[in-house]
Structure formats: C-alpha cells, structure tokens
C-alpha cells in the first residue's frame, strides 16, 4: 500500500522539507518557489522565494504541502507560504 500525504506549513515549508528527507529518509523530488512558476509577475516580492510546491517520498510514502492560495482563506493543495 502506498501512503501519499498532504502537510500544512506554517510559512516554513523548506525547512519542514529538509527535516523530513533528513529524519525520515526520504528524498525530495521536486521544489518550486513562487517566482519559479509560469505567471510570477502578480507574486508579491515577499514571497517569490517561499515553495510554491515541493514533494518528497519516502519507502513506500509520499508527501507534499497543503496551505493557502495567495490572498484565500480556503485551502489548495500543494501551496506553502
């Protein structure tokens, strides 16, 4: 059985990242920051350099970032501030 995960991050998504490929053993596959994306223009300059996306795996598991869209209280998956 695979699990994929989805994680919610208080503004620290790289670091929760790199503490988990450290402590789990897991690996990151993939990172995007928001300016990275195909439209940066409307990215508020505060956040061009916080992930916009990351996913790692792990064993048999997977993981990714859950937050918020840019200026939304509802939640989208795999968006971290």
């Given at each position: 059985m695979q699990l994929h995960t989805y994680l919610n991050?208080?503004?620290?998504?790289?670091?929760a990242f790199?503490?988990?490929e450290e402590h789990l053993g897991g690996k990151i596959t993939m990172m995007?920051?928001?300016?990275?994306q195909p439209d940066p223009e409307g990215v508020?300059?505060?956040?061009?350099?916080?992930?916009l996306h990351a996913s790692a795996?792990?064993?048999?598991?997977?993981?990714a970032p859950m937050s918020r869209r840019i200026g939304s209280?509802?939640?989208a998956a795999r968006?971290?501030?």
């Open positions: 991050s208080g503004g620290n998504c790289e670091q790199r503490f988990y995007m920051r928001h300016g990275e508020p300059p505060e956040l061009k350099d916080k992930v795996s792990g064993g048999r598991s997977s993981w209280s509802r939640s968006i971290c501030r």
